[in-house]
């Protein structure tokens, strides 16, 4: 199946600075990333969907000012989270879709821990 | 009432025994289902994708789709320990559209 990587793995940072995330397909385009957040014990929580080279689409109740998503390439979308607080502490995915003829597939990155102290 | 119903378990079964994962549905409209597994602290990794109602089988795994009922299934045969992990539903109702997911079935299998 198709690759999508993520880095950093985990990340601590201070509150108040601001954190990049990168997701990357390795072996394919895609032209559509999503960036999910997952709390403990929790399903993932879809933030925002991003196409490669317009604005982001962000879910009811994430604050686009803070999570700032580019997706600048058919392979890269990057998710910024900017002036951090411990509240955003979390396990941030992303995912991309891989079109095979009709068929469209999201493979998911091995997510990003992220703790803010 | 969610979009998509889930036990989350967890859902304890010896090695060996069919593990039967379920999730049901209220959106008509969803055409395209699939079944991750997640494990600890690991990114969703795509174990089955279906599109419309039937049947499909890949190794241990089959997958079921019944549009009627609103209701999918996913079994596990010959279950094994690496199997436990939580396994995670996900529906759209167009190819490249935003999933919606369930909240997730946690499964052990024990030795």
């Known amino acids: 199946g198709a690759v999508v990587s993520q880095h950093p793995s985990w990340v601590i940072c201070k509150s108040g600075t601001s954190v990049k995330i990168e997701c990357r397909s390795l072996?394919?385009?895609?032209?559509?990333m999503f960036w999910y957040r997952q709390f403990p014990k929790q399903s993932l929580m879809l933030m925002a969907t991003?196409?490669?080279?317009?604005?982001?689409?962000?879910e009811q109740g994430v604050e686009k000012d803070k999570f700032l998503i580019n997706h600048a390439s058919l392979t890269l979308s990057t998710l910024t989270v900017t002036s951090a607080h411990p509240e955003d502490s979390s396990f941030y995915i992303c995912?991309?879709?891989?079109?095979?003829?009709?068929?469209?597939?999201?493979?998911f990155g091995p997510g990003t821990r992220l703790l803010v102290l | 009432q969610k979009e998509v119903e889930q036990d989350p378990g967890p859902l304890s079964v010896p090695e060996g025994a069919i593990v039967s994962l379920n999730c049901t549905y209220s959106n008509s409209a969803f055409q395209y289902f699939m079944w991750y597994r997640q494990y600890s602290r690991k990114g969703p990794e795509l174990l089955m994708y279906?599109?419309?109602?039937g049947n499909k089988e890949d190794g241990r795994f089959t997958a079921q789709v019944d549009k009627s009922s609103k209701y999918i299934s996913l079994f596990i045969r010959d279950s094994q320990p690496s199997d436990s992990a939580t396994y995670l539903c996900a529906m759209s109702g167009a190819a490249g559209n935003k999933l919606t997911f369930g909240g997730g079935t946690r499964v052990l299998v024990k030795p």
């Open positions: 279906t599109y419309s109602s």
């Open positions: 072996d394919f385009q895609a032209t559509t």
């Open positions: 995912s991309a879709t891989e079109l095979a003829g009709v068929k469209e597939t999201q493979y």
């Open positions: 991003s196409n490669e080279g317009s604005k982001a689409t962000y």
